[in-house]
């Protein structure tokens, strides 16, 4: 599985970004997805998570009411939706296909992460 993450870049707080993330080679609609963040000399830490069926999510609170996840089975894409972007956003932004679905603690951990993609940098300025 290969996973291409696109969209970040530079953007004013306040501003919004789509990042876009292609799944490539097995099964993509079986599987739940998720957006992780790390930002310099932090952990890489939860954002989004996207079930296979229902499209039931998972959102950070700091970044509930801002950030939306979606997805695209046919295309085989996730998408994750940054609105009113804070300079507390800055870092770099990996999409993720997750091993399981369950309870939040379950579901939004590093470890549940079957592939990582490769990350895209986004920054924004106070």
């Known amino acids: 599985v290969q996973l291409q993450a696109s969209g970040g870049g530079l953007v004013q707080a306040g501003g919004s970004l789509r990042l876009s993330c292609e799944a490539s080679g097995r099964t993509f609609s079986g599987y739940p997805m998720g957006w992780f963040r790390q930002a310099p000399g932090k952990e890489r830490e939860f954002v989004c998570a996207i079930r296979r069926i229902g499209g039931s999510t998972y959102i950070a609170d700091s970044v509930n009411g801002r950030f939306t996840i979606s997805r695209d089975d046919a295309k085989n894409m996730v998408y994750l939706q940054m609105n009113s972007l804070k300079p507390e956003d800055t870092a770099i932004y990996y999409c993720?296909?997750?091993?399981?679905?369950?309870?939040?603690?379950?579901?939004?951990?590093?470890?549940?992460?079957?592939?990582w993609g490769q990350g895209t940098q986004v920054t924004v300025s106070s």
């Open positions: 993720a296909r997750l091993k399981s679905w369950g309870a939040v603690a379950v579901t939004t951990t590093p470890k549940n992460v079957e592939y």
